[in-house]
């Protein structure tokens, strides 16, 4: 079968999180939000499923940009939406890193920006977390062919974060675009939105799967200064959003209320589960996403997670070649943690 | 501005068809459905937003894969869910081609499949329709690289076919696989389905946005044989297709009666379209799509779209260089068709 790219053939191809289609799990494995989405949301899908789906969408989801630049404090030219945050990450690294090209990302980090260089035919270069979760220099070296750097910020799967002052110097040292992909951010203190008009090299992801519980929907965005998403205009599919998950997205950001409140609830059970996790001998990371990472000195985390999920409970096991194992545990209701508390009780 | 792939800088971009968002206008220039989608697919939504928002979709899409294959007479494992054809078609380029190698399309026809070799960096050679739109042997030829052709049969903007044994033919000449766009088949007498179980190198998209009226929802899909497929869903983004349009799409396959009913009407629209535009002196070729292709031998098919366009008509003008210019019009309902052709008799 000599047809496909030979990077195609060769990679082993991103593997998503389990998402069992039937049986009764309590689901702490894919940073899903425990509550429903916001009911003005449910309202504005099911009138724009009556509306006029034999109609293309508006190819640039104007309504949407329009309330989100509102609420960020920027113009619609600023925003670029995306069939999910992972639409957008494609566009990015389709836009920026051509054959042979580098990439830089931390280390341990999201999977998927090294499924994107691949597809690329890009090459990568993970630069490892300090003990502290700080980033070392080597982060903002300047080397040949650097096109894109990536920073999940929360980090997936620590939690952890590099803060705002931070990433402002790394973006002036670097010479390429830095996409700070926030995926995890409204759970957390700070967010680079207000970076990106300083520097045109700062780029910013958002999804509304985590906080505003719609990763059935595949709706994030981009914010970046308005020369460089005319370019990625071109990169994108032309109708990339549907008529539905633009009405919902319009109508999940303009319920700020529901999201304050929900990412309250959610940042107040995170404590419970950590200070759960600690007292029972876990190590875990601080956290400012909607999960936690947690390994146990004498406790195998594959074991611990297969057992969980002999008890319905579904976390996700990680094992990250050279760096190590162990799990990440998305922050459900405060009676699922319960249940999870009390399951690892009994195991370790 | 270096940071930009050349390629994307040099390119100009797809511009869609005109979406007006306001104003009332008789839309017949991006081959929309003038009948709304089967009342089964608006309730399938409306239930899907209230099921399970919060959760991702399942990425393979496997209940609308299921009805889909009962359907086609294939298995499950031989069709890839995309948003929209337009994603099977980026997936498939990926997937093919790569920088500095070759596509081939036939010319006049679909403009997106440029941009999709310009994205890649690749080479794409455009062989022309003879006269009477069959193709030359030259689209067979076998050259160095070659490594994906596209046919979309109907072609557009023509809506002329390529018979199913002719394309039989061609897959046994070609050197790679050979992707039959069929976004316009339903309004067709046969399709190229029966052949991918023929010839590994056949495969064949679909879209639901014409036929089954579902341009607002973004979902297409692939037939192709399951270790093709298998080495695609590599190149997909992971959750390419929301939870509401698997719902949707798998009602609307669902309803092949609706189907039926209103491809049926529009084919007999279509009858009286080119009917009145040749009474009006255009010359129209024979068209299986749910469009039809005009000029005229003395009108400017500008002035002519201008024209309309001031009377709230919207046609799409297209000019394709070295072969002509001339309008491609949609097949709305009887009503808007009437009024579209009493406007033209005044003009021409």
């Not at 039937?22 to 899908?45: C, D, H, M, Q, W």
């Not at 979760?133 to 070296?141: D, H, M, R, T, V």
Request: aromatic residues 8%; hydrophobic residues 40%.
């Amino acid at each position: 079968m000599p047809y496909f790219r030979p990077e195609i053939e060769a990679m082993a191809g991103y593997v998503p999180g389990e998402q069992p289609q039937t049986g009764k799990f309590i689901k702490l494995n894919t940073n899903e939000n425990p509550y429903p989405p916001s009911p003005k949301v449910v309202r504005a899908i099911q009138q724009a499923a009556e509306a006029a789906l034999m109609r293309y969408p508006d190819p640039m989801g104007n309504a949407f940009r329009d309330r989100a630049a509102d609420i960020l404090g920027v113009q619609r030219d600023w925003i670029l939406c995306g069939n999910g945050s992972d639409d957008i990450l494609t566009i990015v690294t389709r836009a920026f890193a051509g054959v042979g090209q580098r990439l830089r990302l931390p280390y341990p980090s999201y999977i998927l920006y090294r499924t994107l260089a691949q597809l690329q035919g890009a090459v990568w270069e993970e630069v490892r977390f300090n003990d502290d979760w700080s980033l070392p220099p080597e982060f903002a070296a300047v080397v040949p062919d650097l096109k894109l750097v990536f920073l999940p910020n929360p980090n997936s799967p620590t939690g952890t974060v590099v803060s705002r002052d931070t990433i402002r110097e790394l973006a002036e040292q670097l010479p390429c675009p830095l996409l700070v992909d926030e995926a995890y951010v409204d759970f957390a203190d700070e967010n680079c939105v207000g970076l990106v008009a300083q520097n045109e090299r700062i780029m910013v992801s958002r999804t509304l799967s985590k906080s505003y519980a719609l990763a059935g929907l595949r709706f994030g965005y981009l914010v970046a200064q308005p020369h460089l998403i005319e370019q990625l205009i071109k990169v994108k599919d032309s109708y990339n959003c549907d008529a539905l998950s633009i009405a919902g997205a319009t109508a999940a950001i303009d319920d700020q209320a529901w999201l304050a409140e929900t990412t309250a609830k959610i940042r107040q059970t995170r404590g419970r589960l950590a200070e759960g996790l600690a007292s029972l001998g876990f190590s875990v990371p601080p956290s400012q996403a909607n999960f936690v990472w947690c390994t146990h000195p004498n406790r195998s985390a594959v074991t611990i997670y297969e057992q969980l999920k002999q008890n319905r409970v579904l976390v996700r096991y990680m094992n990250y070649p050279g760096w190590g194992d162990g799990l990440r545990i998305s922050v459900g209701s405060d009676q699922q943690i319960e249940a999870l508390l009390a399951l690892l009780k009994a195991m370790v």
